[in-house]
RNA sequence: GCCCCGUUCGUCUAGCGGCCUAGGACGCCAGGUUCUCAUCCUGGUAACACGGGUUCAAAUCCCGUACGGGGUGCCA
């Protein structure tokens, strides 16, 4: 794509763990940006000092690296610009834009719960909008400290475009005048937020659904702080948990790290995150990060939240195991092998199971859980109890051992030769039925890797050994 | 309570007034291939929230209701 002028960034407040629905927020943004040639900035709204971790601020790049989430600005934090916000504010104040309030926290809740009994509607009650200097003084004098509020208008409507939702309105009255500097003398979101997007010069704003009424207030400071100008909105739908609500733990993982962990690869999280809200116009659904950017249109993401499907990722994440090259798919799965058979890892067997296991693993978890059976000597390999139940229920499994074992002892050394169904059809019986007692024998589970193979990468003796100790154990 | 946004199969979605007796994908069910499991193939299940308009014609446009979500913070 050409390069463009387009800036957009991602701004997410370190104050937890990346939720996969900032991720998704992360990737338009970023998908849009690589699509026009445009500027991806990563910004850290840390404008809450209690709040913000230096923890959540290296977890947040470290998770968009390992999305492959590159940003060419930044990390631009907030933190190092309160000057700039607070100048801002003083400006406002000046022109009479915003104004000193004095009402204590505890103050307005109580004013407010208490406009909530009456059937009133809540919202700061103004009483300080007007005060004198002398008023103002006295308040100082009490010892009370100031916070800055922001003066909205009392009538007319408030309305803005955004690009997924139209033309977006709402009556000014139902806006109180807000809080754009705390008392502590930190600035507010909303303040921090307008002023960054001027002066980084911000063209596009992608984010969820849950700042769409925030942004009448964003773009009320703008135009105080003299830029009548807007960026392109386009507030993207929310992700919702199954069931309907906030996507949270209940539903199972909901942050980055336990997908990767879990064994997801992060074009499949990407893939499926992308298709949520959004869709090629040819309606491939299995696409390449490069496929998702060539593809990528604001004009085609649709308004209404999606629920957050585990089971189509899993599909997703299958679908793009499958398409890894052999070498790609070594290298992704390799970590977890490491860390479960550390020393006792052979590297020519692991390629070969890795391969095997391509076409029948969701995860890259079962993919080296599959091929653990490689890594253990003859004598301490598990039989998983289910299935040694299973093949316990089956009359004559030990006949059918005999049998695989005599035909093992003496077979031709060849995967292609190979046939374990004749010495089982031999004796008047059905080879599916069978199979289960050699891959219990071999791999310690009923169902594994092709057991031909399993058993050449074994060896003859170490095959053998298995077998008699299964047959032996019955 | 008030404000805002949304509403097509269980889920993700196609659809932007006639091509829709609504298409695809995941899931689920059944059958087939196969050395287990899985893959793969075939078939099946299942939706335009409701009520009014507008129009020759509405899933598509308008209004209302219901439902869902978000906001209503000195969080972002």
Not at 163 to 170: L, W
Not at 347 to 361: D, G, N, S, T, Y
Not at 431 to 440: D, L
Not at 441 to 463: H, K, M, N, T
């Amino acid at each position: 794509m050409a390069p463009s002028d387009a800036r957009l960034r991602f701004s997410p407040a370190p104050t937890g763990f990346l939720h996969i629905g900032s991720v998704r927020t992360a990737l338009y943004n970023w998908l849009y940006a690589r699509h026009t040639g445009g500027t991806f900035i990563l910004r850290i709204e840390d404008t809450d000092v209690v709040r913000s971790t230096q923890e959540s601020i290296d977890e947040i790049q470290q998770v968009l690296r390992w999305l492959g989430l590159d940003w060419d600005e930044g990390p631009l934090l907030q933190s190092g610009r309160f000057d700039v916000y607070l100048e801002a504010a003083e400006r406002l104040l000046s022109e009479g834009k915003a104004y000193e309030c004095f009402c204590t926290e505890a103050e307005v809740r109580a004013r407010n719960d208490e406009a909530m009994r009456e059937g009133r509607t809540p919202g700061y009650d103004g009483r300080c909008r007007n005060l004198s200097a002398a008023e103002r003084a006295a308040f100082v004098a009490e010892g009370r400290v100031r916070s800055i509020r922001f003066r909205t208008p009392d009538e007319g409507r408030s309305t803005f475009d955004d690009v997924i939702r139209g033309e977006v309105a709402v009556d000014w009255s139902t806006i109180p005048d807000f809080v754009i500097v705390r008392s502590n003398g930190t600035p507010v979101f909303f303040l921090a937020n307008a002023v960054d997007d001027v002066d980084m010069g911000i063209t596009h704003v992608l984010r969820g659904e849950d700042l769409l009424d925030s942004t009448h207030r964003v773009l009320a400071l703008r135009r105080a702080l003299g830029h009548d100008d807007q960026p392109v909105y386009a507030h993207l739908p929310l992700i919702l948990g199954q069931g309907g609500g906030k996507l949270s733990k209940r539903h199972g993982a909901i942050s980055v790290e336990e997908y990767r962990d879990a064994g997801y690869l992060p074009g499949a999280l990407l893939n499926y995150l992308a298709l949520l809200g959004w869709g090629p116009e040819d309606g491939r659904e299995v696409l390449s990060v490069d496929e998702l950017i060539a593809e990528f249109d604001l004009a085609r993401v649709i308004p209404s939240a999606a629920t957050f499907d585990p089971k189509k990722l899993e599909w997703m994440n299958a679908e793009h195991i499958r398409r890894l090259t052999h070498t790609e798919l070594e290298a992704a799965v390799l970590p977890f092998a490491r860390a479960r058979y550390g020393g006792r890892l052979d590297i020519p067997r692991f390629e070969k199971a890795v391969v095997l296991a391509q076409e029948r693993a969701t995860t890259l978890v079962q993919i080296a859980d599959q091929m653990a059976f490689l890594f253990v000597s003859d004598d301490e390999l598990e039989i998983e109890p289910g299935s040694w139940e299973k093949i316990r229920r089956i009359e004559q499994a030990p006949a059918i051992l005999d049998a695989v074992i005599a035909y093992v002892e003496t077979c031709p050394w060849d995967l292609d030769a190979i046939d374990l169904k004749a010495p089982i059809e031999a004796l008047g019986l059905k080879a599916g039925k069978a199979m289960p007692v050699i891959y219990t024998a071999i791999e310690g589970r009923a169902a594994g890797l092709p057991v031909y193979d399993s058993i050449f990468l074994l060896g003859r003796e170490s095959a053998l050994r298995r077998l008699r100790a299964a047959r032996a154990k019955l």
